[in-house]
Every structure is written in C-alpha cells, then in structure tokens.
C-alpha cells in the first residue's frame, strides 16, 4: 500500500538509473572493492552476499549502530515498569498476606524484573533492528537485474546508489571498473505497475470470506435447536470398553460390574480407616455403641456432634465440642441420625499410642515449631508471626488461632487434638499429608508438654531439683516451662 | 601452517622468570603477617586463643578458595574451549593453561587445612569434633560416615587427583603441539573434554560441598557449587586479563593477543558477573521464601554482626556497578577501561569468598579483617608465584596450534 503514495505513473516514460552494482566471485575481492568505495568517500553503498562476511560492516564504512543504546533504555523502561507494577498491586492497590511475606517489593519481585527488562529488550532488539535497517521493504531496484538472483547462492554484489553526495555516473563505473569485477550493471529503476493485480486482491477477499465460514457455522449452531444426536470427533474416547460404578455385566454370576472387597481382605491403602493409630478415634468401639450413626459418621466424616446442627453453627460447635455437654448440642436433628441427643460422639483415644521419650519430644518440638508455631506461637498462645501480623493489619476476615491453652482444648483429649491435626479444623488446613501418623502423635505430645508447663507446680519437679526452685515459688513454674520447652 | 615470530617474543620476560621464590617467600610472610595481626588484633568478639584460630582457619580457607576457584576456572575454560571447538581463544589458551597447571601446587596449599583436622581442631570444620557438637542435623551426617576427616581427606585427595590428571592431560597434548603443529593433539583434546566437563562438575560441586559449605554443616544449598564455579569463572576472566596485559607491557605477545581477544575475555567477565548474581540471587530467593529456619541459619548469620554491610554491599559492588560498568563494548575493547574492572573483579571476588567463609568465624571485627587482607595479598603472591614457575619454561602461545591463523583473523562484528 505505502508504494501508492510514493510513485506516480510512470509506466510511460523509460526507467530512471538507480546506481551501479559489481559482481563479484569470491568476498575477498568484495572486501577489497568495499574498501575502495569507502575511502572514495561513498555512504550510500550496500553489499550483498550469499553467507555472512565478517568485516564487511568495517570495509562499507558501516557506523556502529546506536540499538544496545535504545535496547539499554527499553530494558530499563522495562525494569522499572515491573518495580512500578508490582510496588502499586501488591503494595498498595492490593495487598494480600502471601506466607506471612511483606508488601511492596520484596525478592520475589525480582524474577518478574528480571523478566520484563529481558521482554522489553528482546522486543525492542528486533523491532528496533527492523525499523532502523528500514524494514520490511518488499522491492528494491536491484532486483530488476536477472544476475542479481545469484546473490543467495555463489555471487558477490557491491552496490553504489545514486542518492549518495558525491555520486556521479561515470565516475562511479570507473571507480567500479577498477576494481574488476565480474560484471558492472546500472541498476534501473524497477518501473512496473505499483498496483497490485486484481486476482489477488479477489483472492484475498475469497480468503476473508471463507475465513467467516466457521464462525458462522459457530453461531448458527450457538443460536439454533437440533434433534441431531452430539457429534463425536473421537468415537473411541467417547464409548471406551470399560464399565463404569454401578452398572452391570454379564462377565459375573451375580451381573455386578463393581466387585465387592474378597472376604477377610483389606485393600490397599485402607488401612488406615479402621486404625485409631490413623484416626485418633476407635470406630469399633464406637459403632459398638451405635452402629447406624457409626456408619453415618465413616460416610460423612463429620464428628457426629457437628452434624447435628445447622450448618451455619457447625464452626463454634467444633470448637466447643470438647466442652459442651453432648446433651445440650443438638438442635435440629437430621433424620438419618435420629435421636440426636444422644448421638455417640468419636471414641476419641484418650492414651497416647507413642511412648513418652526424649526423642519423641524431640520430634513433636521440631514439627510444632516448623508447622504449627507460625499460627499457635512458640508457646501455643495463639500469638505466631502470621498471627500477630494479620492482627497489625486488621484483616477482618481471618479468624485467630486458638490459643492451645484455652480451657476447652485444655480438656480435649488427646485422640481429639490428633484429629484436628490430621483433619484441620476452621482456617486451619490438615497436616496429614506434610506429618506421618507418629509425627503427629509427637506433635500431640509436644502440645500436652506445653499445657502442662503452664500448669505445673512443684510436685512436678524432682525431689533432687526442687532445693534449686525454692526461693522463688511464683518463678517456679515459668522455669519448668522452660526446661519442658 | 607456520608463522614467522620472534621466539622472544612468546617467552616469559626475562625479570619475571626470578620472580618465582622471592614471591614464595613473600607470599608465605605475609600470610604469617596476617596470621600475627589477628593474633595481635584478637580473632572474633572475644580474644582466646581458641577464637583467635578458629578466625585464621576461616581466613586460610576463604583466601585459599580466592585463588583455587581462579584456578579451577581456568582448568573449565580450556575444557569448554575444546567442547566447543573454539578458534578464537588459541592465543591466550597458553595462559590458561599455566594457570590451570597451578592446580597440583595448590594442594600443597591445602594440606595444612586436612592436617588441621588430624590435629584433631575443630576451628575450622565443627564436624571434626563429634563430641562437641550438638545439632542432630550434623550428627546425622557424622553418622553416615560423610563429614568424617578420613572419608574427607579421601574425597580432597580424588579432587585433586582428578584435576591435576586432566590439566596434566590436556597440557601435554598442547606442548605436543609445540612441537609436531599437528592436529591429532587437538582431535584428541576435543573427544575428551566433554566427558572431562562432566567430571569437573561433579567433582567441583562436591568440592566445594565439602570444603566451604561444610563449614556450616546445619546448612545446605544444592546450588553451592555453582555459585563457586559462577565466581571462579568470573575471577579467572579477570586474572587472564590482567596477565595478558601485564604480558603486553612488558613488550611480550604484542601481536598474538589482540583489542579482539580482550573483547571477548570481557565479554566473558561481563557474562558472568551476570550469572553469579543469577546464582546467587536464585539461592536467597528459595531461603528467604521458603524461610524454614533450619534453612536460613546460613543468611542470618551473614545479615548480622556487621557483616550485614558486606552482604547488603556484595549487591552493588559485585553485581550492579560491574554489571553497567562493563556492559558497553566501548569499556571491553579500552585496555585501561577493560584493566580497571579486572582490578574490580578480583577484589570484589575476595570479598564473596570473604562472605562465603568469615561470618561463621564469629561477628564482623576490624583489625583482624586486616590481617585476613594481608593473608590475601600473600595467598595471591604465592599463586602467581606458581603461574610463572611453570611459565617461565613454556613458550606463552601455543604457536603451532593449526587454530591460531583463525584466533588472529578473528574480528568482533562491528555491531
């Protein structure tokens, strides 16, 4: 299109002399060539060859070009775009608790730096090489000689263009002449029509058109009814020869395509359903008492207490669990429970199954201040550091931690604090998967230590330590709470 | 192909070639100097002799890595030279060859550190003295028969061995070539040094593992070897520049080492200013994300006790002052320009290798930082006093190299 503004008609008149190209077989007679034309003072040459020629840039007189330049500020627009960009959405705009980091720029904004400064360059080099090299340009005179086609396979061309400031005719072709090339051409103007042929312009609308058959076939089907079955593109992924739950088959006696459990078998896996090690609760036992809520209980996984209740309540209801007289819980039993006033609760395991050793201590301690002390605290108060800073911050929406002291968790025992470790309770997300059972079982302990040391007093104390704690019996049970920490 | 030179004119300068005990000599006083001052300065916060030692252990170590990782460095340039096939480097191949020959000496460098442990000291290496140490972490690896002084000394002995074996190698291929300007030496340099890389990055991350990481055993960073090479490497660029340089003053390899070679010898440092600050970036954004304390130790450590200025510094010094100071071609290509960020380069490597090794010797004292200075400048002595004993009798150009036309030839595109 750009040519139309530029030619005027000029299929009339002969063509115009553009300048004068030399042939040449090899590079070094083109460097050599090159050279001349440079310190003959020409700036408006150009050379043409089959492969890169190193030197060629020195030996045109080619200045160095200013891109690292443009390409520098470009990198540095984009750097302090993304500084800019992520000081103003997660700094100011936004702010959002991520793992308890600060807001604004932090060293997790340095990769997305780092990737908009290189993004910005890159674009920046190859657009910025394309505009100051004059790119994409579709024709040049050149093209008008038919020897001129060698370039890109064994040929050699050095090219003087007419609108250089010393250019004259005869001069040029003697200098050229000089330096004996193959073959010297004046390269004439390439005086063919500007416009483009008609059949490409009725290609391209052909194109364009077929181009909106698919979209028009999207919104004729997006806006009509059709008693076609679905239209499958991959039959065999569709109707696979498989047999999904709960239907049938003529493979076994008794039609069913899901095979019950073989008698006296535990699958893989499942063992840890019937286990109070894995629960912190005995199914047994409790389905001893009542087997249909037991049931109920495996199927929902919900703490027969807590599903007694409107759901809205359910929260404060697990907190208080512990606590609260079973009698006093329900208030709108569903059917499948019934008598909700009487509903069995979890048999929690009130012995710890783990031995209470140094090592264990050692394990619970490590675990409790890896995962459970940046909400709980070190001392289990509740007062951990993204605690403390969602509190600086006064997000409405977070829920403290419950401090590990309070009363009711107090008396919760311990298969009971084993399962909201293992299950999550409220905010709080389950552990299991990042803590094996013994782990967790550590960590109980650790947190019945930590109770205790809040509320021991000098009988807890060995006899042959108890002379070092006399003078100050207030103190003393600050500094048993240090040593079971 | 032969070129017509002057045989003078590749040999060492006839002063430099005396230079080799005086510098020894020197080099060893003046790492004793250091080793007085901070006896006379008092090692960490507190002066007992036992605080006074284990700040010199860390001050051997840390100047101790200064020059290996240079030399180390220059052992991987010759490997990936060959990998790559590369023409360009066939002038100042010479230079790091004898700087990568300086590895067998540094061993002898090394020994007083394994003799330390025989002693039965832990001022360097906590790990030494099971008996005292109290983190179940380094007792586990105690336990495995890993951080053990027979298994360590064992591990130092293979590096060295491996090292010294492939420098040896690839050295005597090339003077074969002084000799016969045959190709076979390099055919042959070209089908090794692939699996020779291989080697050298195992044996360079588990060397370091074991020698500065180790000094910290609670810690870990799988990256640390890395790190060490990325400085190394970046150390090394420097030293061959400024070698190069110093060559050319003296009226030595004027022609054989050109305005091209310094280009691209910086083009290297320039690069791996770059990929040290990506190495060591990488590894602080997993800690301080992660922010597991047994994981953070390492940078607490070296954010408090004033070494927090160096560790804050390292960022400016080490990455973004070089970093836009050699960034244009303009710098690369000036001699004075290209020396002067060398110099840069070198000291800001001491002052890593300071980052990476002092904080543990106890909290940012003056004084004694001097007589770890001192060691410094003495360690550096003592290396460069191995480079010219092996240069003063190698010709400084492998001149009958069949690659060397195409390293004279060679021209930077002119951008």
């Known amino acids: 299109m750009s040519e139309h503004k530029s030619t005027k008609s000029i299929e009339s008149r002969p063509p115009k002399a553009c300048g004068w190209m030399a042939e040449f077989t090899n590079e070094h007679d083109l460097l050599d060539a090159a050279r001349k034309v440079r310190d003959a003072g020409y700036t408006k040459t150009d050379a043409f060859t089959p492969f890169p020629v190193h030197g060629i840039d020195h030996a045109l007189g080619i200045k160095p070009t200013i891109l690292p330049f443009i390409v520098l500020c470009a990198g540095l627009t984009g750097l302090c775009t993304a500084l800019v960009m992520q000081f103003w959405m997660n700094g100011v705009d936004y702010k959002y608790i991520i793992s308890g980091k600060p807001f604004g720029i932090t060293p997790a904004s340095i990769p997305v730096s780092f990737e908009l400064t290189i993004l910005f360059s890159a674009f920046t080099s190859v657009f910025g090489m394309l505009a100051l090299n004059g790119l994409p340009k579709f024709s040049n005179p050149i093209f008008t000689n038919p020897k001129f086609d060698r370039a890109t396979n064994d040929r050699f061309f050095l090219y003087v263009d007419s609108t250089d400031k010393y250019y004259n005719r005869d001069s040029v072709r003697e200098l050229l002449s000089s330096v004996h090339p193959t073959s010297l051409d004046e390269v004439m103007e390439d005086n063919s029509s500007v416009h483009m042929p008609k059949a490409i312009w009725l290609g391209a609308l052909l194109l364009v058109l077929a181009g909106l058959i698919p979209a028009a076939i999207v919104l004729n089907m997006r806006a009509s009814d059709s008693d076609l079955p679905r239209w499958h593109v991959f039959f065999d992924m569709d109707f696979q020869p498989k047999k999904k739950p709960q239907q049938s088959t003529t493979i076994f006696a008794d039609g069913r395509a899901m095979r019950p459990a073989v008698p006296g078998t535990i699958s893989r896996g499942q063992l840890e359903e019937q286990d109070p090690f894995y629960l912190g609760h005995d199914p047994l036992k409790m389905s001893l008492a009542d087997y249909r809520k037991a049931v109920f209980v495996s199927a929902t996984d919900q703490d027969p207490a807590d599903a007694t209740k409107p759901a809205e309540e359910a929260k404060p209801a697990a907190q208080d669990a512990a606590a609260a007289p079973a009698a006093s819980a329900p208030v709108n039993p569903p059917a499948v429970v019934g008598d909700g006033g009487t509903a069995p609760k979890y048999a929690w395991v009130d012995k710890l199954p783990i031995e209470v050793t140094e090592e264990h201590m050692q394990i619970g301690k490590t675990k409790y201040e890896t995962y459970c002390s940046s909400c709980h605290g070190y001392s289990g108060f509740g007062d951990g550091l993204v605690a403390k800073r969602a509190a600086s911050l006064l997000q409405d929406t977070w829920t403290p931690p419950t401090s590990l002291h309070a009363d009711r968790v107090q008396k919760q025992p311990v298969g009971q604090i084993f399962h909201t470790i293992s299950k999550g309770q409220g905010k709080m997300a389950s552990y299991a998967s990042s803590l094996s059972a013994k782990e967790r079982w550590a960590v109980v302990l650790y947190v019945k230590a930590l109770q205790r040391s809040r509320n021991a007093n000098i009988e807890d104390v060995p006899v042959e330590q108890r002379s070092s704690l006399t003078p100050s019996v207030s103190g003393a049970s600050e500094s048993t709470g240090a040593t079971v920490k | ?415």
């Open chain 2, 1 to 415: 192909m032969s070129l017509k030179y002057d045989p003078k004119s590749i040999q060492l300068p006839e002063r430099w070639k005396s230079l080799t005990p005086i510098l020894v000599a020197l080099g060893v006083i003046l790492v004793a100097v250091g080793f007085a001052f901070s006896l006379f300065a008092g090692g960490g916060a507190e002066n007992s002799s036992e605080a006074t030692m284990k700040f010199f252990a860390h001050s051997y170590l840390a100047n101790f890595m200064f020059v290996m990782s240079i030399a180390l460095g220059a052992l991987f340039f010759i490997l990936v030279q060959f990998v790559a096939r590369a023409g360009w480097s066939t002038s100042v191949r010479r230079i790091a060859e004898l700087l990568m020959q300086t590895i067998p000496f540094l061993a002898v460098v090394f020994a007083p550190i394994i003799i330390m442990l025989f002693a039965n000291m832990d001022s360097l290496y906590e790990w030494n003295r099971p008996d005292r140490v109290h983190s179940s972490v380094i007792k586990a690896k105690i336990d495995v028969g890993y951080l053990t002084k027979e298994w360590f000394t064992l591990r130092a002995i293979l590096y060295f061995t491996l090292w010294s074996a492939m420098g040896w190698w690839f050295f005597k291929r090339s003077r074969e070539q002084d000799e016969s300007g045959d190709i076979g030496p390099s055919l042959a340099r070209q089908k090794w040094a692939g699996p020779c890389i291989m080697i050298f990055a195992l044996s360079v991350s588990f060397a370091a593992f074991d020698w500065v990481m180790s000094i910290d055993a609670d810690w870990f960073s799988t990256i640390f070897g890395v790190y060490i090479f990325a400085a190394g490497m970046m150390a090394f660029f420097a030293t061959m520049i400024l070698i190069s340089m110093s060559l050319q003053r003296a009226g030595k390899v004027r022609e054989l080492i050109t305005t091209e070679h310094f280009h691209d010898m910086g083009k290297f440092m320039f690069g791996f200013i770059m990929f040290w600050s990506y190495i060591a970036f990488s590894q602080l954004l997993l800690y301080w994300y992660g922010n597991i304390p047994e994981e953070t130790n390492w940078y607490l450590v070296r954010l408090n006790d004033g070494w927090q200025y160096l560790a804050y510094g390292l960022i400016p010094l080490h990455f973004a002052i070089p970093f836009l100071g050699t960034i244009s071609r303009h710098v690369r290509r000036h001699r004075a320009g290209l020396a002067f960020w060398a110099v840069w380069v070198l000291v800001v490597h001491w002052l890593d290798m300071t980052f990476l090794v002092m904080p543990n010797a106890g909290p940012f004292n003056f004084m004694p930082m001097v007589g770890h200075f001192v060691g410094g400048l003495g360690m550096l002595m003592v290396f460069l006093a191995f480079f010219l004993a092996k240069a003063s009798v190698t010709p400084l150009v492998p001149m009958r190299d069949p690659r060397l036309p195409e390293a004279l030839t060679y021209a930077n595109p002119l951008l």
